[in-house]
T-cell receptor
Framework: KAGVTQTPRYLIKTRGQQVTLSCSPISGHRSVSWYQQTPGQGLQFLFEYFSETQRNKGNFPGRFSGRQFSNSRSEMNVSTLELGDSALYLC??????????????FGPGTRLTVT | KQEVTQIPAALSVPEGENLVLNCSFTDSAIYNLQWFRQDPGKGLTSLLLIQSSQREQTSGRLNASLDKSSGRSTLYIAASQPGDSATYLCAVRLKSGGSNYKLTFGKGTLLTVNP
């Protein structure tokens, strides 16, 4: 069974640009969550999608948005990039919603560098 | 607001030693607790998931315990090997709904096992 895949793996963008990251969950998984990981803040929850609906959202500005498609694939978008958005963005999938007993399985991440 | 603390931040041990990693959390109303491993520049690999009703979980050389009343979990690694070198993260999933319905991560313990 294929794991969680994320594309692209590496990305370099300039301040002010926007970026879209993609995540394909494990087959059969309906929940996709996104996290930002930085050396200073560690892993922080961005948002969770389940059955194409955003179920939970972390404390990030409106520049960060996402969506989920009917096949459970998810994208996240960051507009008007800032230097502080440089991070490893991780996607995780699970069969049920995050607040249930189901384990989350993480992808390898997308390393975003903003210059 | 749930806070998760991991001590120590870094640990270096000789091969073969048994070791304990610590995780503490402020809100004891957790749904479950999960231990992850992260290799440099990679995503997270789930190691053990402990439900709030459980006291411990074991997988191979790994044993994780949970004491909800004191807000603590430990990850015990027996007979450590150089391949165990990685960052170990613990994450708690809160029981209540709304914005707390997500995983909150500690900042991790960087483990180095020296041959």
């Amino acid at each position: 069974k294929a794991g969680v895949t994320q594309t692209p793996r590496y990305l370099i963008k300039t301040r002010g640009q926007q970026v879209t990251l993609s995540c394909s969950p494990i087959s059969g998984h309906r929940s996709v969550s996104w996290y930002q990981q930085t050396p200073g803040q560690g892993l922080q929850f961005l948002f969770e999608y389940f059955s194409e609906t955003q179920r939970n959202k972390g404390n990030f500005p409106g520049r960060f948005s996402g969506r989920q498609f009917s096949n459970s694939r998810s994208e996240m978008n960051v507009s008007t990039l800032e230097l502080g958005d440089s991070a490893l963005y991780l996607c995780a999938s699970s069969w049920g919603q995050v607040g249930t007993a189901y384990e989350q399985y993480f992808g390898p991440g997308t390393r975003l560098t903003v210059t | 607001k749930q806070e998760v603390t991991q001590i120590p931040a870094a640990l270096s041990v000789p091969e073969g030693e048994n070791l304990v990693l610590n995780c503490s959390f402020t809100d004891s109303a957790i749904y479950n607790l999960q231990w992850f491993r992260q290799d440099p520049g990679k995503g997270l690999t789930s190691l053990l998931l402990i439900q709030s009703s459980q006291r411990e979980q074991t997988s191979g050389r790994l044993n994780a315990s949970l004491d909800k009343s004191s807000g603590r979990s430990t990850l015990y690694i027996a007979a450590s090997q150089p391949g165990d070198s990685a960052t170990y993260l613990c994450a708690v999933r809160l029981k209540s709904g709304g914005s707390n319905y997500k995983l909150t991560f500690g900042k991790g313990t960087l483990l180095t096992v020296n041959p």
